[in-house]
Nanobody, 131 residues
Framework: VQLVESGGGLAQAGGSLRLSCTGSGFSFDDVSAVAWFRQAPGKAREGIACINYSEGGRRYYADTVKGRFTISVDDAKNSANLEMSTLKPDDTAVYFC???????????????????????WGQGTQVTVSI
């Protein structure tokens, strides 16, 4: 099982970026949830978006990105994507994707965005947003 993120880079405030997370050794059809996290220097890892297939594909977003970021899965490419718009300097971080095959019923947004729920992680991709 391997997850590889791509699409990071430098963007200006107000701009957009699209991150992808390509899976190998497994199919996104077989996971129960996929999520994106980010970690800024000196800060804890933050869950920002997830799709919970245990709840019919329900999407959860952190308040910090809601309305600006969109998570999706492309089954044909076996990839999970994060469309980011209206970027802010505070969005600067290393972004990670993660998956789990566990059961996630009645967990709620806070639970679904906890890093501990996800046993499989990519290596991360850097996103830097300049003023």
């Amino acid at each position: 099982v391997q997850l590889v993120e791509s699409g990071g880079g430098l963007a200006q405030a107000g701009g957009s970026l699209r991150l992808s997370c390509t899976g190998s050794g497994f199919s996104f059809d077989d996971v129960s949830a996929v999520a994106w996290f980010r970690q800024a220097p000196g800060k804890a890892r933050e869950g920002i978006a997830c799709i919970n297939y245990s709840e019919g594909g329900r999407r959860y977003y952190a308040d910090t990105v809601k309305g600006r970021f969109t998570i999706s899965v492309d089954d044909a490419k076996n990839s999970a994507n994060l469309e980011m718009s209206t970027l802010k300097p505070d969005d600067t971080a290393v972004y990670f994707c993660a998956v789990t095959a566990g059961i996630n019923i009645g967990v709620g947004r806070q639970g679904m965005l906890q890093p501990e729920r996800y046993p499989r992680w990519g290596q991360g991709t850097q996103v830097t947003v300049s003023i």
